[in-house]
């Protein structure tokens, strides 16, 4: 199983990003894909998740409204779109599936900061 994120960065308040996750190593098209989120000191934390046929989402609470997850099969990638971030926002953001025991990624930087 590989995963591996990308698109965090710097962003001020108010601003957006879209994080990607290239996937391999499984049956994607099979499995939830989900981002999980870690801020500083604090636990991880389920930030949306979506079905293996890219219709049914979960998005958690602290970012209804602001995120959206999506997927593309064809290209085994998981995305996730991030609008009006806040500061509460920043964190180590994770691609990961529960595909034989889960897995994630190496997880990639969103900063939001004036």
């Known amino acids: 199983v590989q995963l591996v994120e990308s698109g965090g960065g710097l962003v001020q308040p108010g601003g957006s990003l879209r994080l990607s996750c290239a996937a391999s190593g499984f049956p994607f098209n099979r499995v939830v894909m989900s981002w999980l989120r870690q801020a500083p000191g604090k636990g991880l934390e389920l930030v949306a998740s979506?079905?293996?046929?890219?219709?049914?989402?979960f998005i958690g609470n602290s970012v209804r409204g602001r995120f959206t997850i999506s997927r593309d099969n064809a290209a085994s990638t998981v995305y996730l779109e991030m609008i009006d971030l806040k500061a509460e926002d920043t964190a180590l953001y994770y691609c990961?599936?529960?595909?034989?025991?889960?897995?994630r990624g190496q997880g990639t930087q969103v900063t939001v900061s004036a």
């Open positions: 990961a599936t529960d595909w034989r025991g889960g897995s």
């Open positions: 979506v079905h293996s046929d890219g219709r049914s989402t």
